[in-house]
């Protein structure tokens, strides 16, 4: 058993630090999850076909409010299953089941985008369709490390010359404010060039979509994006203040990479299987879309959401 939660209730303002919210906003999160995989167990009772009587067999060493809090430990901090069983007092083994089984849970109680959430409603997604197309969207990519793929073939794929070791690329699309992850894109390959993520995943925006972009992206005309200097050309003043202006619309995507950046488990080289990375890192972006408050947690007194 952990004494975490004791902690925390006695030291609130520790919650940031250790799991990358407020206290109040870890207690909505726990009760919300919970209101889910009550509901997930009792659909699955229902067509369950029982040996034994409900309520029999071992119990759980830990309860769900610390399976919960495992789980969160681990997106933020990424130890060790080893260390992190030790901490909670349960095998290594484990302690992975109940972090797997819990992402699951949280992938389906946070979605990653406003895409993916409106998506769900087909007359939702047409208003905001229209809505957005008002908006020049910002986009920008970054990179995470990963474990070298043993296939000579498949680590190929996931060079990245850029940052001279194998890496997942992820891009992020959101609103001129920053307070809203439109579209998030994860696990591409690090040879993929930002240009040609941008151009299969903004086909799900519609062909209308304005955004502002670095560099990388020049030569799209739906992106704006700064002057790029010549060879043996110096720019001009002009168009290096609008360069500085263009970079000052542009940061808010910054400043939202920097938010998933605080889980380690999207920041530091990803330790776990290849098929468990878009799960985990969709995971971390509808944790950020929720802290920045563009996702509404169900309740038992309002159960009903998106």
């Known amino acids: 058993m952990s004494k975490l939660r004791d902690y925390l209730d006695k030291n609130p303002q520790q919650a940031k630090r250790l799991l990358g919210m407020e206290y109040e906003q870890m207690i909505e999160l726990i009760q ?7 509901e997930k167990r009792q659909e699955k009772e229902k ?6 009587k409900a309520g029999g067999g071992r119990r759980q060493k830990l309860s769900v409010e610390e399976q919960i809090l495992l789980t969160l430990i681990y997106l933020h901090q990424m130890p060790t299953f080893q260390m992190l069983g030790l901490q909670f007092e349960v095998s ?3 302690a992975n089941d109940i972090f797997h089984n819990w992402i699951k849970i949280l992938r389906e109680l ?11 409603n087909e007359s939702d997604w047409e208003w ?23 296939d000579n073939e498949e680590q190929k794929k996931y060079y990245s010359g850029k940052k001279k070791t194998h890496t997942f ?12 992850i439109v579209d998030v894109a994860v696990g591409y390959t690090g040879a993929t060039s930002d240009l040609k993520l941008w151009r299969e995943r903004s086909q799900e925006l519609g062909n209308n979509q304005k955004y ?6 020049v030569g799209e005309t739906a992106i704006n994006t700064p002057y790029k200097k010549l060879r043996n050309q110096e720019m001009s003043a002009e168009k290096r203040e609008e360069n500085r202006l263009k970079a000052q619309q542009r940061i ?9 950046k605080i889980y380690r488990v999207a920041s530091e080289r990803f330790r776990l299987k290849r098929q468990n990375y878009e799960a985990v890192i969709l995971t971390v972006c509808g944790l950020i879309r929720w802290r920045i408050g563009a996702i509404v947690l169900p309740s038992k007194n309002c159960p009903e959401f998106f």
């Open 47 to 52: 067509t369950k076909i029982r040996l034994i």
């Open 128 to 150: 905001v369709e229209k809505i957005l197309v008002e908006f020049e969207l910002v986009v920008d990519s970054y990179e995470q490390p990963r474990e070298r793929p043993t």
């Open 32 to 38: 919300a999850a919970e209101l889910l995989e009550e």
């Open 110 to 120: 946070l979605p990653a985008s406003l895409l993916e959430q409106v998506k769900k």
């Open 92 to 94: 290594e083994s484990t």
């Open 252 to 260: 808010v995507v910054e400043h939202l990479i920097r938010l998933i």
């Open 212 to 217: 502002r972009g670095d560099k990388a992206y």
């Open 169 to 180: 690329k992820n891009q992020v699309i959101v609103m001129p404010n920053g307070k809203e």
